[in-house]
């Protein structure tokens, strides 16, 4: 659904005066974008999934560590499959990647056993 004129001439005010009164703020939002997010979520799930990890390790030391571990794991790991799924939706091809990657993995599979 497009803008009318009137719409268009209002929001273009906003910004200029967005521009006017915070120019940082105004250049930060003109330079983050979502998949930029999305992809420190994903680093960051991933240290938290190796940092809980080596927690983990602690287990030795003291029961608290390995549970305190896993769930940082766990978190870890959650964190960055759900960023991973919304920067899929969001740049639109990358789910339809992963499962052609998949199914050609299968087919592949599939060849090897038949031989």
Do not use: C, W
């Amino acid at each position: 659904m497009s803008l009318s004129d009137r719409e268009q001439q209002i929001l273009d005010d906003i910004e200029a005066r967005l521009r006017a009164e915070d120019p940082k703020f105004a250049r930060t939002v003109a330079t983050v974008s979502v998949s930029a997010h999305l992809r420190r979520r994903i680093k960051l799930g991933i240290a938290a999934f190796v940092v809980g990890f080596v927690v983990m390790l602690m287990l030795i030391l003291n029961m608290g560590f390995g549970i305190a571990g896993f769930a940082l794991m766990l978190g870890g790991a959650v964190t960055a499959a759900n960023a991973l799924k919304k920067l899929g939706q969001a740049e639109g091809g990358l789910s339809d990647q992963l499962r052609g990657g998949l199914e050609r993995y299968r087919q592949d599979r599939r060849e090897n056993d038949e031989r």
